[in-house]
């Protein structure tokens, strides 16, 4: 049975099975790759996605899970690719090797959305999820607090 959804604000359909990982539908049925696999156990963040608003491991989604849902990716978080957090990442140029960026601007987007205005204890605290190997950490704080600040 197809599965139907919304994937960055147009209608998606799968057909593959139901317990399939949203991460493989993502990736591998519908081809946007800025989704990325890191650990496949819901610990490192690189497959951070949307559904509904909230942040979602979608290594640990199954797709049927998102039947009828909006599910946006990093591809979708801005049309131009200048979303607050985009624009401050850039600003404070966080990447190193940029293979967790996707998930990391995918996490701070939900915790802008669901507290606009975090303090750095609570920016911290909710960015536990996402690993960066890097070690970009004061950087992504600060980019974080700069889309606060610039909106």
């Not at 039947?67 to 985009?86: A, F, N």
């Not at 990442?89 to 669901?114: D, F, K, N, T």
Request: proline share 7%; hydrophobic share 35%; net charge positive.
């Amino acid at each position: 049975m197809p599965v139907r959804f919304t994937l960055n604000g147009k209608s998606a359909v799968s057909g593959a099975p139901p317990d399939t990982a949203l991460l493989w539908v993502i990736r591998e049925e519908l081809k946007l790759s800025g989704t990325r696999f890191g650990c496949g156990a819901g610990l490192c963040g690189a497959c951070m996605v949307h559904v509904d608003g909230r942040r979602a491991f979608s290594c640990q989604t199954a797709v049927s899970q998102v039947e009828g849902r909006s599910v946006p990716t990093i591809e979708g978080l801005s049309p131009d690719g200048m979303h607050p957090v985009q624009r401050a990442w850039l600003a404070e140029r966080v990447p190193q090797c940029g293979y967790c960026q996707s998930g990391q601007i995918m996490s701070a987007a939900a915790l802008l959305s669901e507290n606009p205005h975090p303090t750095r204890e609570q920016i911290v605290d909710y960015m536990n999820t996402n690993i960066c190997r890097c070690g970009t950490y004061p950087r992504i704080v600060r980019a974080i607090e700069r889309a606060v600040r610039e909106g």
